[in-house]
Every structure is written in structure tokens, then in C-alpha cells.
């Protein structure tokens, strides 16, 4: 399963708070497609919703990011409960699964920052 990342948009990838757009954090941005680029399966994992969402989606495109999910598990996890599923295993669940949650509120920008992304993705290739 690849290594997934879930990151938050106001506060992380752009400055600011909702319902605000706010300025790229380039940072933030390029090590994210870092990951993108090493394989990762990558979230958009964010209060918003409706237009909101929509704004911040069309925001994200402007600036180069894609995302494999919004505000709902990766395909490889979708993949892994259906497998589950079929073994009678049941995820009654809402919970975005991911490896690591990138957000302002939790205060670890600067260990995300730090990350060896290959090493990191490497790691995560065989589980």
C-alpha cells in the first residue's frame, strides 16, 4: 500500500482561515508534490464543503496539486475495506485513513517539512 497523506487546506496549503482563499504556502505545496511524485496517495482533508470546497478545490488545481481523494479515503484504502469486506470484516466508518495528517491545528509543519519523502514512500511500498 502506498505510504498516504492527508493534508488540510486553511492554515496548511494556503494562509488563512475560512472562509478566506489565502496565498499558496510554497513550502507546504512542493513537499507535498514531492510526495505526489514518489508515489503517494494524497488527501485533501478539509472542513469544507459546498462552495467553499469547491473554491479551495479550484485553488489547489491553480497551483499544481492533485489530489487521489477530497475529504474521503485513497483508492488503495477503499481497495483494502472492500477486501476486508469480502473476508466478513465490516469498516463502519467515516475515518480518513492516512499514514500522516498534515494540518496548522496540529502543529507539526515543521516535521512534514523535515521528512525524507523517498526514504519515507520506500518504507511504506511493501506493507
Known sequence: MPFRLAVDYDGTLFQGSWPK???P???IINKVKQFK???AEIILWTCREGISLDQAIQRVKEVGLEFDAI????PSQKEYMKKKLEQGEEFATRKIFA?????DDAMNLDIFLSI????????FENR
Open 116 to 123: 525524507n519523502v523517498s526514504e519515507t514512500c520506500r518504507r
Open 21 to 23: 482563499i489565502g496565498e
Open 25 to 27: 504556502k510554497w513550502d
Open 99 to 103: 499514514d500522516f495528517y498534515v494540518g
Open 71 to 74: 475529504n474521503d479515503n485513497s
Open 37 to 39: 511524485e514518489e508515489g
